[in-house]
């Protein structure tokens, strides 16, 4: 069996950070397994400006942003199978694969997943109605209409006010499609404010808020949808029901990280893998990074994240020593998560979201030796929280510690 120093699966926005991550840090024998035909991931269909800000210092399209990580993999000379498809990764860190040659297999001495994230459907939340032709993911329609030129419908109604659905709404408008509105369940916008100034608020878009799709209606191709109120539970308040005509309900009701191919190996989870501070599993040796490991808000973050996960990688293969992990870390009132959730005496980045909105809010992180507040005007679910913590202030933690957000009192 053939064996390389890293196999990195998935070649998008993470999975070309981590290489470079690892090159600059010594390593030499990489490669990267894409199931596509090109490199880039769901950047090459994102053909709106906006991203690069943080890592480039300039706005970019996703193809743009793309482009500039897979200029520098190529001028470093790493190598990449395209077309190639992972099936199985082993406890011996075994990459099953195939690709128009057949199947094939190699080992690696360390691996990072960068696989990305899958949009949730219809079947996630249970969407009554009619089996019909004409309800797709937001990412769907947006790789038809970017990528194959094709507009799935003229009348158009959203679920959901994730980022994607968002600019879809823009996208839509712009190419001749009434986008008749967006229902979003919970009381507040799960998108970026700028996503909503500029894709809804800028074309006379309505947003429901507190409102959701309880039927759909059509067969076989989709005549209407019936949008109706929810209360403060989320329960849908009868009497409310309001149909709506359209051709086309795109779906934008969140995503959810991609590990599938850790099922087969023994690998502590919760939400998703449970990593260290080097994004490294309870596995030694197997990393994950980008939205396999949490979904992000900006590629920049993505990128910086996957970096230093492929740093580490080259670290661990290098000498097989990681700083030893000493903390816990938890998710306390307010938050859905925090990452990393094990870590050592060093400087650690900690990432999170809240479960609601706060205003007027503090962020408390405590432990045995170990008491820090962060005052905030607001913090909002669809923007991913960083706290920096220097190795100064964690050296007289004892134990855990604790990250939650309360309002000023």
Not at 71 to 95: A, H, M, P
Not at 188 to 200: E, H, P, T
Not at 357 to 385: A, H, W, Y
Request: with cysteine; hydrophobic share 40%; net charge neutral.
């Amino acid at each position: 069996m053939r064996e390389r120093e890293l196999v990195i699966i998935g070649a998008g926005a993470a999975g070309m950070a981590a290489a470079l991550g690892a090159y600059d840090n010594g390593i030499r024998d990489i490669l990267l397994i894409e199931k596509e035909a090109e490199a880039g991931g769901i950047l090459n269909q994102c053909i709106h400006n906006g991203f690069g800000l943080h890592t480039f210092k300039e706005e970019l399209s996703g193809p743009g942003y793309a482009e500039r990580y897979y200029t520098k993999i190529e001028d470093k000379g790493i190598d990449f199978l395209f077309n190639t498809q992972v099936i199985r990764i082993g406890e011996d860190k075994t990459v099953e694969y195939v690709n128009e040659n057949g199947y094939d297999r190699i080992r690696a001495k360390a691996i990072v997943l960068s696989t990305g994230s899958k949009e949730r459907t219809g079947a996630s939340i249970n969407l009554l109605g009619d089996r019909a032709v004409g309800v797709y993911t937001a990412g769907a329609a947006q790789k038809y209409l970017n990528m194959h030129g094709i507009l799935v419908g003229k009348r158009v109604f959203i679920l959901g006010s994730g980022d994607i659905g968002l600019i879809m709404a823009r996208r839509m408008t712009l190419e001749g499609a009434k986008v008749l509105g967006v229902a979003e369940i919970m009381p507040y916008s799960n998108g970026l404010a700028r996503n909503i100034k500029q894709c809804l608020e800028d074309f006379d878009i309505p947003l429901y808020l507190s409102h959701t799709i309880t039927r759909v209606n059509g067969r076989p191709h989709l005549k209407s949808v019936t949008m109706s109120k929810v209360d403060e539970n989320l329960k849908v308040i009868k009497g409310t029901e309001q149909e709506i005509e359209c051709d086309v309900l795109l779906l934008s009701i969140g995503l959810r990280s991609d590990i599938s191919l850790l099922d087969d190996i023994d690998i502590k989870k919760k939400r998703g893998a449970i990593v260290d501070n080097h994004y490294m599993t309870s596995k030694e040796g197997i990393f994950v990074a980008g939205n396999a490991l949490h979904i992000h808000d900006l590629v920049d973050y993505v990128s910086q994240e996957a970096y230093d996960a492929g740093k580490y990688a080259a670290m661990y293969i290098k000498d097989h020593a990681i700083a030893l992990n000493k903390h816990h870390a938890s998710a306390g009132n307010g938050l859905g998560y925090v990452i990393p959730e094990t870590f050592g005496d060093e400087d650690v980045t900690f990432s999170f979201r809240v479960n609601r909105v706060f205003k007027q809010c503090v962020i408390r992180i405590t432990g045995d030796g170990l008491n820090k507040e962060i005052r905030k005007l607001s913090l909002i679910p669809s923007e991913m929280e960083r706290i920096t913590l220097k190795k100064e202030i964690l050296k007289d933690l004892k134990g855990d510690l604790r990250i939650e957000v309360s309002e000023w009192k």
